[in-house]
């Protein structure tokens, strides 16, 4: 059972022990499958090739918090949310490029949920350019209590050079208190690159399309 009592700053430890079982001289060894082979600790500057990513049923997520940085396992689909599980247990789940399940690293996110009728079910870069509007419903756990939430959320699209775009999501909480605003990175109608809230208690987590990205960006500093 996790608990739900440790600090939001111990995810970034959590995502150190899921990453791989062991480091030399800060640099992660021995997984060929979460291990990017850098100094994600800022122990020194070198940089090593980055080993592709052994998918499991699918590619695997490439996320991030804060200097830590892994590639989660795709383990199932179920319904329009992709499944990925670390073996230590942590979970994240993904639908359309948005975080909506964060299990067993300290701060939970029991399930982030969409009506039925939002745009954002269908096209999300067409919806953004359209400064589309929804709600979301989020359960998360606090105080080993889970919380419901409710946010009204809307997207701005600003271009930028060739057919890359930001996307701001701005959401605010519906009956009082802050709320919190996500950034996505696009090229096309994809989303590359994501910078989202999870838990009013922690950091946001990044996501990246690609294992070169994870290594070479923090997306609180520059995007995509």
Not at 110 to 130: C, T, W
Not at 215 to 220: T, Y
Request: glycine content about 10%; hydrophobic content about 35%; aromatic content about 10%.
């Amino acid at each position: 059972m996790p608990d739900h009592k440790r600090p939001a700053g111990y995810l970034a430890l959590a995502f150190l022990l899921v990453a791989l079982p062991g480091c030399t001289d800060g640099r992660f060894v021995n997984n060929p499958v979460l291990d990017y082979g850098r100094d994600l600790v800022g122990l020194g500057s070198e940089e090593q090739p980055l080993p592709e990513a052994a998918p499991s049923i699918g590619p695997p997520l490439f996320i991030g918090y804060n200097a830590i940085r892994v590639a989660l396992p795709h383990t199932e689909n179920r319904g329009q949310s992709k499944y990925y599980v670390a073996p230590d247990g942590v979970e994240v789940a993904m639908s359309s490029g948005q975080v909506v399940r964060v299990i067993g690293i300290g701060v939970d996110l029991e399930g982030m949920y969409l009506p039925n009728e939002s745009p954002y079910r269908g096209n999300f870069v067409q919806a953004a350019r359209k400064n589309a509007e929804t709600e979301r419903f989020v359960d998360y756990f606090r105080k080993r209590k889970i919380i419901h939430d409710n946010y009204r959320c809307a997207l701005t699209y600003v271009p930028r050079e060739g057919d890359k775009g930001i996307i701001t999501e701005q959401c605010n909480r519906i009956l009082s208190g802050p709320g919190f605003q996500n950034t996505y990175w696009t090229e096309g109608d994809r989303v590359v690159c994501s910078l989202q809230w999870f838990h009013p208690d922690a950091n946001k987590l990044q996501f990246f399309e690609t294992p070169e990205q994870a290594q070479r960006l923090d997306l609180n500093e520059e995007g995509c």
